[in-house]
């Protein structure tokens, strides 16, 4: 159990579109989905905090009219970057984790989304 | 906030030795220090956890240790292989406080034949 999944798995696009990624928990409910980026050869960087049914909490730095997020339901969260640019080329993963239970704390990782604008 | 930080950020091993790699925290109040290991384009993966009630968990080749005084915890693999080559990631959170998890830095580990 416990399977996060996320769509698409890569994408390429042109500077000054919008990119949406999907994070879905597959066999359980999260009440709480999290965003992280990472650039090559660095860790993971938590972008923001989204709880179902209300707005994301956004790190320091991340700009939350670029990363819009919505967590409409306890299985789905979205992710879009809006006017990429190349800077905004990275390794996307989403993480999941239930309200309770013996894995509290535990996040559940989806397999990411590598974005690379042009 | 909280702040991780990892050493080594390389290791390299012969096989069949042992690797420690190690993490400090700077949030007395977290109380939840997972590991992962990340394969070159894929997601963490969880390979053990501790929290903080106790001072040492194993899962076969695989221990982590808790200092909570010190704020310090290791991870310790036992008999590396080949297939352990991958980077290590530490981090911290503190349940109930919405998971949010703090990484380190980031160890590669490479294991040589």
């Known amino acids: 159990g416990a399977v996060v999944s996320q769509h698409p798995s890569w994408v390429i696009c042109k500077s000054g579109t919008s990119v949406k990624i999907e994070c879905r928990s597959l066999d359980f409910q999260a009440t709480t989905m999290f965003w992280y980026r990472q650039f090559p050869k660095q860790s993971l960087m938590l972008m923001a905090t989204s709880n179902e049914g209300s707005k994301a909490t956004y790190e320091q730095g991340v700009e939350k009219d670029k990363f819009l997020i919505n967590h409409a339901s306890l299985t789905l969260s979205t992710l879009t970057v809006t006017s990429a640019h190349p800077e905004d080329s990275s390794f996307y993963i989403c993480s999941a984790s239930r309200p309770s239970g013996a894995a509290l704390g535990e996040q559940f990782f989806g397999p990411g989304t590598r974005l690379t604008v042009l | 906030g909280e702040n991780v930080e990892q050493h080594p950020s390389t290791l390299s091993v012969q096989e069949g030795d042992s690797a420690v790699i190690k993490c400090t925290y700077s949030d007395s109040a977290s109380n939840y220090f997972p590991w992962y290991k990340q394969e070159l384009g894929k997601r963490p993966q969880l390979i053990i956890d501790?929290?903080?009630?106790?001072g040492e968990k194993k899962d076969q080749r695989i221990a982590v240790t808790l200092n909570k005084t010190a704020k310090h915890f290791s991870l310790h693999i036992t008999e590396t292989q080949p297939e352990d080559s991958a980077v290590y990631f530490c981090a911290a959170s503190l349940t109930g406080g919405g998971n949010k998890l703090t990484f380190g830095t980031g160890t590669q580990l490479k294991v040589e034949l």
């Open positions: 501790i929290r903080s009630n106790v």
